[in-house]
């Protein structure tokens, strides 16, 4: 199956259309943003990668979402239609690219055609004035 994954950031803008599957990772999975070593970064820098690997759940999100993916794929229509996984966080920086990155490697490991794009990964970071809600640090 042909699949199309885009990494976003809400505070960017909107969702983008069409998504068949929608990933928000803004209230449940700490933010990287955080901290101040890796807010400068992207999902591109090891750092960045180890710390969103790390926070508990992701990983077991990431084999969700490719199940999910895969029931798509066995559908009816599935050779017909591309599937559009969207997966966004607040500014799309860190753990919405991680993310993506990782559901694109698992899903092209098993068989499926993936194309892999981040919206808003090149954006400045946004800057905001409330902090989570429970400090943390993501590591690093």
């Known amino acids: 199956m042909n699949i199309v994954i885009t990494s976003f950031g ?3 803008g909107p969702i983008p259309d069409g998504a ?8 449940h999975f700490r933010d990287p943003h955080w901290d101040t070593r890796l807010r400068p970064l992207t ?3 090891r750092r960045v990668i180890r710390a ?6 992701i990983r077991r999100l990431v084999r969700a979402t490719a199940r999910q993916a895969n029931a798509y794929a066995h559908g009816p229509s599935a050779t017909q239609h591309e599937l559009l996984i969207v997966v966004g966080c ?3 920086r ?9 559901l694109a490697r698992r899903l092209r490991r098993r068989g499926h055609h993936v194309r892999l794009h981040h919206r808003d990964l090149h ?3 946004v800057h905001r004035t409330a902090g989570p ?4 640090t993501c590591g690093g």
């Open 94 to 102: 860190h753990r919405a690219g991680v993310a993506a990155y990782l």
């Open 133 to 136: 809600a429970k400090p943390e």
């Open 10 to 12: 809400h505070l960017h």
């Open 52 to 57: 969103v690997r790390r926070t508990p759940g």
């Open 90 to 92: 607040a500014g799309g």
């Open 123 to 125: 954006r400045p970071v």
């Open 20 to 27: 068949h599957i929608v990933v928000d990772l803004r209230f």
């Open 43 to 45: 999902a591109y820098d």
